[in-house]
């Protein structure tokens, strides 16, 4: 079990930028990966991004570039720059056990108006 808290959220404008934080109630590195998803009202959640255990990323096509994912021992991070309305969404860590099971935290709500 690990319980997983985002925070960093919050209003900005277009082309600020935020750095969202998801800590985590032991060490991550046991874990098979990690990601941060997103979900715009009215819309799923879908991913904005992964790192595997061994370091190799992926991003959402509409956010490379733009957002980093990174971690150290027991925080997921999501730099995001030059951030645009359509990156409005509550966001969400989840990590994923070896077994496969999947822990998610509470979300984050990230909104980018002028």
């Known amino acids: 079990q690990v319980l997983l808290v985002e925070s960093g959220g919050g209003l900005v404008r277009p082309g600020g930028s935020l750095r969202l934080s998801c800590a985590a109630s032991?060490?991550?590195?046991?874990?098979?990966?990690m990601a941060w998803y997103r979900q715009a009202p009215g819309e799923q959640r879908g991913l904005v991004a992964n790192?595997?255990?061994?370091?190799r990323k992926n991003y959402l096509d509409s956010v490379k570039g733009r957002f980093i994912i990174s971690r150290d021992a027991k925080t997921v991070y999501l730099q995001m720059n030059s951030l645009k309305p359509e990156d409005t969404a509550v966001y969400y860590c989840?990590?994923?056990?070896?077994?496969?099971?999947?822990?998610w935290g509470q979300g984050t709500q990230v909104t980018v108006s002028s």
């Open positions: 989840t990590v994923r056990e070896l077994s496969g099971v999947d822990y």
């Open positions: 790192m595997s255990i061994g370091g």
């Open positions: 032991r060490s991550i590195f046991s874990f098979n990966s």
